[in-house]
């Protein structure tokens, strides 16, 4: 939970826009981020499986202070590039190996098979924490954005040291850290390549969800300031969409991972056009409420099918083939954010969010078919 608690990054895309950057700008640093994050995602995913998950997310949590101190002295846009490149590197070395770590251990004790409702209690809490910290960003943020700061390095440093006392229960690396190097990590790409249920998923997160991750997600804060033109009572609002994700994984997680793929997808299309709906009627209260009905949805669902990958993936590559995933969406995403940056600037960020939800939208349709029906899916998982 502590992961959550990034007071400044409830308001990042809102921050650099007060900061006086334009949309194409925003969308340099964001890409700048997307793209240290997508060239160093596959290389630390396999450094965490040679060398341990528990020392990888120490060094995270290291690069994460420093990337978060340049912010307190930076102020112009070469500087934000500079901490969005540190960011960036610092989630790459997290965002495997944390999903692996958990997925493991609960391997170990053989409770693999509820990893997506433990997972998504997990999140759920998470969420709790973050929207609490939204609720608590409207009223630092009167204070100004270095107090922001501050507050985000604060539980940096707090985590840093609870990693540095946690037990690995798994002692997975110390059974494989004797392998190459580059064999594991050639071997883990070329699993998640060659493994059809596994390349289906890569496609999906690259070409579907990445539109949430990356747009949706790391321009929320802007969408919802166009709608109420106050930075205080965005972060509350974020604070209120947190906690309706949080609400989903509580209670819908354990329901969804017993359905069909197919109906999922289903469902995760219908919230896709909720948010497209919101887009375009444009006014606060329809709005807010069908984005909010969107967030709760598609982040549990995402939940759930991060847990029907994992379990056809193999230990020995987990976190290196997890990291894919952050991989392939980092790649895309540079694309769509420059795309939508561009589009904000020649006509206005409510434009963006309409081509881009629509755009998921017929993506997610596709895949219903294409990874739903697919009659391999149901194989015994690795």
């Known amino acids: 939970m502590l992961n959550m608690c990034g007071f400044l990054f409830v308001l990042f895309a809102a921050f650099l826009n007060d900061m006086g950057l334009s949309g194409t700008q925003i969308s340099f640093v964001a890409i700048t981020y997307a793209a240290s994050q997508a060239i160093l995602e596959i290389p630390t995913g396999a450094l965490a499986d040679k060398f341990g998950r528990k020392n990888v997310l120490i060094f995270e949590k290291i690069t994460k202070i420093i990337s978060l101190s340049i912010l307190l002295f930076a102020n112009n846009f070469y500087g934000y590039l500079i901490s969005a490149f540190l960011t960036g590197l610092a989630d790459s070395l997290q ?15 053989k409770m693999e098979k509820s990893y997506a409702e433990h997972s998504g209690k997990s999140n759920a809490c998470a969420n709790v924490a973050y929207a609490v910290v939204a609720f608590l960003t409207a009223y630092i943020v009167s204070f100004g954005y270095n ?59 690259c070409l579907g969800y990445v ?28 604070g209120i969409t947190t906690i309706a994700s949080a609400v989903g994984k509580f209670t819908l997680v354990k329901y ?39 967030w709760g949805t598609t982040t549990t669902i995402n939940t759930v099918l991060k847990a029907k990958q994992q379990s056809f993936t193999p230990s020995r590559y987990r976190s290196t083939i997890t990291s894919m995933r952050s991989f392939c969406c980092g790649g895309t995403g540079i694309i ?28 997610y349709l596709v895949f219903v078919f294409v990874l739903g029906k697919d009659k391999h899916f149901h194989k015994n998982s690795k």
């Open 95 to 109: 965002s495997g190996t944390i999903e692996a770590l958990m997925y493991d251990n609960m391997k170990f004790f």
């Open 147 to 205: 107090y922001l700061i501050i507050a985000t390095i604060i539980p940096v440093i707090i985590a840093l040291l609870v990693l540095i006392t946690l037990k690995d229960e798994y002692h997975y690396s110390t059974k494989h850290n004797k392998k190459d190097y580059l064999k594991i990590l050639n071997k883990g790409v070329r699993y998640s390549f060659q493994h059809r249920i596994i390349f289906k998923f890569l496609l999906f997160w």
């Open 211 to 238: 539109i949430h991750r990356k747009i949706i997600h790391d321009f929320y804060s802007i969408f919802l300031f166009e709608l109420t033109h106050n930075t205080a009572r965005t972060a509350f609002l974020i």
């Open 256 to 294: 969804l991972s017993q359905i069909k793929l197919q109906n999922i997808l289903i469902f995760i299309s219908c919230a896709s056009l909720c948010f497209l709906i919101s887009s375009m009627i444009f006014s606060f209260y329809i709005s807010f409420a069908l984005a909010v009905i969107y």
């Open 336 to 363: 769509f954010v420059l795309l939508f940056g561009v589009l904000s600037d020649a006509f206005s960020y409510q434009t963006g969010f309409i081509i881009f939800s629509a755009y998921q939208l017929v993506i």
